[in-house]
Structures are given as structure tokens and as C-alpha cells.
């Protein structure tokens, strides 16, 4: 079955240290994107990248960095800089780079920074 | 830029009608999504409208008026799976799919 998968569902991380949430995709979709969302919050857009190798930053990229060096693949750091990073995670994918086409999302990664 | 308005919470009864209203201001137009998130999960796609006019998909139609810069996606027959809540969304202008969702709104289903 194609889809998006993100592991994993949860994660805890002391303060200070840098974490990486992975995203694969078996959509053969070129976009890919990371949001955060906060309860009460709708989701922000961390980045996005329309082709690989190559990405951009979306509005709250600070704190975060991303690769894009195979299409299935879109993995997020979370890093020390990243102020507040408990947050719940979600990664999408879709088809094209024009817009008109739906975002797949993946089953998200709960982050928690004690 | 956009900006993205809904109402935070409804309360609707089982087997009622509801609708859920969404106003936006994008600096250009490339149409218009829902899309719906159960409590924990992922957002999944319900519809997307570019022209004028009310697109019916069963239960759900979704509605849209680009001159008012006004949608709403109507639920009919409501059932307690549609507890959840229902994202107002916007691709940016130029031609990238960078979508702004709005906060949503979280509709409680009573019976």
C-alpha cells in the first residue's frame, strides 16, 4: 500500500540535544512538507521541498534544518536552537508542485523536550 | 500574504445539519481546502474548491464565493464519527503548493 510513514509516534528527548523525525513517502510524490501544531494552533509550515535537493524554508524554520537528497525521503531536525520544540509533528507529501493537489499526511511524531 | 479565519468550536447534534464557515484574505487565489482531523491523528483530504459554487460529495459539500473571500463546508445526516476537527486551508500565490491552514474548528457531535 503507498502512503507516508513517520517514526516514531512518540518521542522524548532531554533539553540540549538535537533530534531527528524521519518521513518516507512511497507516493512517487516530488513535494514534501513539515508541520508543527500546537493545541489550540492550526499547522505551521516548517519547510518544504518541491524537488530533491532542494528545499525552503516555510514560516517557523528557525531551530530546524532538513534533507531532501531522495524523493521518498524528507527527514527534520529538531536542534538545540529550537526554543519550545514539544510540539506534535507531520509530515506530507503531494503530487505536484502547483497548487489544486491534495497533501497526504503522515500518522505524525508526538516530540517531548524535558 | 493569507490570512485564514474559522470558528473555534461547534457543538451540533447526531443527525443534524451543520455548517462550518471559513473567510480568508490571500494576496492570490489558488483555491480553497478542507480537510478533516480526528483528535491525535493526521489531517485526511475532504475537498477543494477554485470556482464559485457548492460541490457535493455525499454527506459533505463544500461551498466557496471568491468575491466575498467566504467558504463553508456543510455536513448533512451528522454522525458522532464526525467529531473532529475541520481545517480551512490556502495554497500560496505563484504557483507553489505552500498551503496556510487556518486553526480549525472542532466540532463536538452530541446525541
Known amino acids: 500500500d503507498g502512503g507516508i510513514t513517520q517514526s516514531p509516534k512518540y518521542l522524548f528527548r532531554k533539553e540540549g540535544q538535537n533530534v531527528t523525525l524521519s518521513c518516507e513517502q512511497n507516493?512517487?510524490?516530488?513535494?514534501m512538507y513539515w508541520y508543527r501544531q500546537d493545541p489550540g494552533q492550526g499547522l505551521r509550515l516548517i519547510y518544504y521541498?518541491?524537488?530533491?535537493?532542494?528545499?525552503q524554508k516555510g514560516d517557523i524554520a528557525e531551530g530546524y534544518s532538513v534533507s531532501r537528497e531522495k524523493k521518498e525521503s524528507f527527514p527534520l531536525t529538531v536542534t538545540s536552537a529550537q526554543k519550545n520544540p514539544t510540539a506534535f509533528y507531520l509530515c506530507a507529501s503531494s503530487i505536484g508542485q502547483t497548487s489544486g493537489y491534495e497533501q497526504y499526511f503522515g500518522p505524525g511524531t508526538r516530540l517531548t523536550v524535558t | 500574504g493569507q490570512n485564514i479565519d474559522q470558528p473555534t468550536e461547534m457543538t451540533a447534534t447526531e443527525g443534524a445539519i451543520v455548517q462550518i464557515n471559513c473567510t480568508y484574505q490571500t494576496s492570490g487565489f489558488n483555491g480553497l481546502f478542507w480537510y478533516q482531523q480526528h483528535a491525535g491523528e493526521a489531517p485526511t483530504f475532504l475537498s477543494y474548491?477554485?470556482?464559485?459554487g457548492l460541490e457535493e460529495k455525499g454527506r459533505f459539500s463544500s461551498f466557496l464565493s471568491r468575491s466575498k473571500g467566504y467558504s463553508y463546508l456543510l455536513l448533512k445526516e451528522l454522525q458522532m464519527k464526525d467529531s473532529a476537527s475541520y481545517l480551512c486551508a490556502a495554497p500560496s500565490s505563484g504557483g507553489y503548493q505552500k498551503v496556510t491552514f487556518g486553526t480549525g474548528t472542532k466540532l463536538q457531535v452530541i446525541p
Open positions: 474548491n477554485v470556482l464559485d
Open positions: 507516493l512517487n510524490h516530488d513535494a
Open positions: 521541498s518541491q524537488i530533491v535537493n532542494d528545499f
